[in-house]
């Protein structure tokens, strides 16, 4: 039907500011990096890049720093997935019961998400100073030893999990929340009335009745795990002995401080297809789970 | 009926879609303008009398005031009708977002005729050719400190002059030393420095009697602090990152000399003396009894903690050299190679480093001076502390290395201090010390 070409058109023209925008600040510099990724562009010189073939990926592979920066990313996306989501679980199920004080709570759990992640890390490296910070005061009155925190290489990516968990799961809860208040009251009345104890319904209600919520919040998790970047750049520059050395931050400070732009854009290349090929085998195996509610 | 029904829905649509179709067209052109007037606004006067310049600091700074000063002034004394433009672009506390503005213009090649730089980066932007020798425009040059000419110079020629200098002090809580039983007598000064042996027996005392450290060494500060900060122990102990000609780390930054630095640094952790964590503000409130902290901390001691009774060290000496180091540099002018008038520029530039300007910008911003003649202006003028750092920047001043690849020797350098902090893990300093001057050497190659 005629009205129904137009209605294509004009549906291409509604995204098209959309596709402009993902044109010029993801497609277009992604092509350009890939492009870069083979020669020894110098943020300094960009009049004079040279062709270098492969060079930047075989250095990629050789540099160890490189190496690291992927096992401590790999580190920290195995331990936040399970603390941040079981965290927002915890908290939604907090908060979704009629409580008093529950908007106040609802706002305390939220609020680290409102917070910018630059004011969120420096002020934990107050609260995680070993010598006169908070943490290590509370842990005295429980008489446990002061702890090293950020300045040990053991710690360091532990903690910073930790606070990451801590600022990121707030907005999970409220996804979370929005998925509980979903759940038909009906299904509980009836469980009850067959005599399911209030854990036989957590386990039979509540959390299939979840599963779509959880895969997309697994999924949002799991991409910006892969991100991590701000909070070590403030709280300890990757150190101690790039213990918290993350892939997008080594990417970052290749490319702009040490100004190897060629080479930084070859790491990016390739961590980019380490994030899609792990994107991919999660999904798959989200899915793979079952489909009785999708 | 019902036709003529549709036929009017159908043009009611039509005319809805008409009005979706222009507002799309105009959300369009709004991001097309956007995007497009992001680009291009920086065009430098194609008019040879004009001069344009880019300077790092804000225009409601001191010295940002003082600059415009300066630059009014150029516009009304020099002969040849030259009008300068400055546009500040204050940088983050990194350093970052006026680099990155240098950085952006590289790329579409709307540099401006003069720009200020901070020491370190001479190399690089030299090396690059972003900046061109700008010495022959400069008069007066035997009146700059040689650590100036030496951090604006690369391969042999002048490529920026730095308009101010600045250093690095031992602060110290006099109250606290007295109390520790440190005598008035054994303060030390330029010319009678305290080795680092006669140092640690005074941090023992101070810390034995406080049961804190007896100094904060900003050690948790792993930025250019670290090698800015601590590089004159290096120095006074005779070691050096590289050799002169800075193509060799091996054999330098390992050697006896620089290893003994990086040892008396880990002696000073593992003994208890400072810490690798400090209080924030812990020598303003009088919980340590020292600070190693730059000119800059003058002024706050001297506004915000009136009540602290606190005086200035020199570095402490290796006990093998007695040779008193201290740290110097700053940022610089420079012309980049995009100047279109070569003789317009270097005007401005000299203008900018002459006495009466520099005495003016330094003033008012509190920094050590780039001139030895505007050092004598400044010694009638200020209180006793800038009087000690004058002295010590004119007497024992050390500049920084001019490498191309600053950026990345800075952070091993760094590392490398992080590294024997972590005296547990890192034992043995003269193995670290191998280890770095590898990866420094991987860094000169380049």
Not at chain 2, 66 to 76: C, R, V, Y
Not at chain 2, 176 to 194: H, Y
């Amino acid at each position: 039907m005629k009205s129904s070409g137009l209605k294509r058109q004009l549906g291409w023209l509604y995204v098209l500011p959309a596709l402009l925008i993902l044109l010029t600040f993801l497609i277009i510099p992604f092509l350009m990096s890939f492009d870069y990724s083979f020669t020894d562009y110098n943020i300094l010189t960009p009049w004079s890049k040279h062709w270098v073939g492969f060079a930047n990926y075989i250095n990629t592979f050789k540099d160890p720093v490189f190496l690291e920066s992927l096992k401590n990313i790999a580190q920290f996306v195995i331990f936040i997935m399970p603390i941040q989501v079981g965290l927002a679980l915890a908290l939604a199920l907090i908060v979704n019961k009629k409580r008093p004080w529950n908007t106040f709570f609802k706002i305390s759990f939220f609020a680290p998400q409102v917070v910018s992640l630059t004011v969120v890390s420096i002020l934990w490296l107050y609260i995680l100073n070993p010598d006169q910070g908070l943490l290590n005061g509370i842990l005295s009155v429980f008489h446990i030893k002061a702890q090293p925190f950020l300045t040990s290489p053991k710690q360091a990516m532990f903690t910073i999990i930790g606070v990451s968990a801590w600022q990121g799961a707030g907005y999970q809860m409220l996804i979370f929340l929005a998925g509980l208040q979903n759940i038909p009251h009906s299904l509980y009345e009836a469980a009850e009335l067959d005599g399911a104890n209030a854990w036989q319904r957590f386990l039979h209600i509540t959390l299939p009745s979840l599963k779509p919520t959880t895969i997309m919040i697994l999924t949002t998790t799991f991409i910006s795990a892969f991100n991590l970047m701000i909070q070590p750049m403030i709280m300890t520059q990757g150190g101690p002995q790039n213990s918290t050395m993350t892939p997008i931050y080594y990417i970052y400070r290749t490319g702009f401080t040490d100004r190897q732009l060629g080479y930084a854009s070859a790491m990016s290349v390739i961590y980019g297809i380490i994030i899609i090929i792990f994107t991919i085998i999660q999904r798959k195996i989200t899915n793979a789970g079952g489909d009785e509610n999708a | 009926m019902f036709y003529f029904f549709v036929i009017k829905m159908k043009r009611f649509k039509g005319r809805e879609i008409m009005k979706k179709w222009k507002i799309g067209v105009a959300a369009i052109a709004a991001v097309a303008a956007l995007a497009l007037g992001g680009c291009g606004n920086n065009q430098s006067g194609s008019n040879s009398k004009n001069v344009t310049m880019w300077i790092h600091v804000s225009n409601t700074d001191p010295e940002g005031k003082a600059l415009q000063k300066n630059i009014n002034d150029f516009n009304k004394e020099n002969k040849h009708g030259y009008k300068a433009k400055v546009q500040f672009i204050p940088r983050s506390g990194s350093g970052g977002g006026y680099e990155d503005k240098i950085n952006a213009a590289l790329n579409s090649g709307s540099l401006p005729d003069v720009i200020s730089l901070d020491g370190p980066n001479t190399a690089a932007y030299a090396h690059s050719k972003i900046i061109q020798p700008v010495g022959k425009y400069i008069s007066n040059k035997g009146d700059l400190l040689q650590t100036i000419k030496n951090q604006g110079t690369y391969k042999g020629k002048m490529y920026a002059v730095g308009y101010s200098e600045s250093s690095i002090g031992f602060y110290y809580n006099k109250k606290m030393f007295k109390e520790a039983g440190v005598k008035p007598s054994e303060i030390p000064t330029l010319e009678k420095p305290w080795n680092w042996n006669q140092f640690e027996a005074v941090c023992k005392k101070i810390t034995d009697h406080f049961h804190e450290p007896a100094i904060n060494m900003s050690l948790n500060d792993h930025s250019e602090m670290s090698l800015y900060s601590l590089a004159p122990l290096m120095w006074s102990a005779g070691g050096s990152i590289t050799n002169p000609a800075g193509t060799k780390a091996v054999g330098y930054f390992n050697s006896k000399q620089t290893t003994s630095a990086f040892q008396f640094i880990q002696d000073m952790v593992k003994k208890g003396y400072t810490t690798i964590s400090p209080k924030d503000k812990g020598f303003e409130t009088g919980k340590y009894a020292m600070l190693m902290s730059g000119t800059w901390e003058v002024q706050t001691l001297q506004n915000q903690y009136k009540n602290l009774d606190w005086g200035v060290l020199p570095y402490p000496v290796s006990p093998k050299t007695n040779k008193e180091v201290s740290p110097t540099g700053s940022w610089q002018y420079a012309m980049t190679s995009a100047a279109k008038n070569k003789k317009a520029a270097g005007a401005l530039i000299n203008f900018l480093v002459n006495k009466k300007c520099m005495y003016r910008s330094d003033m008012a911003n509190t920094v050590l001076p780039a001139r030895k003649s505007v050092s004598k202006m400044m010694m009638l003028k200020v209180g006793p502390a800038m009087k000690f750092f004058i002295k010590q920047n004119q007497t024992t001043g050390h500049a920084r290395p001019v490498l191309v690849n600053y950026p990345q020797v800075t952070r091993t350098f760094a590392e490398t201090v992080q590294d024997v902090t972590l005296y547990k893990k890192n034992p043995n300093v003269q193995k670290v010390m191998n280890n770095q001057a590898k990866v420094i050497q991987k860094y000169l190659k380049k």
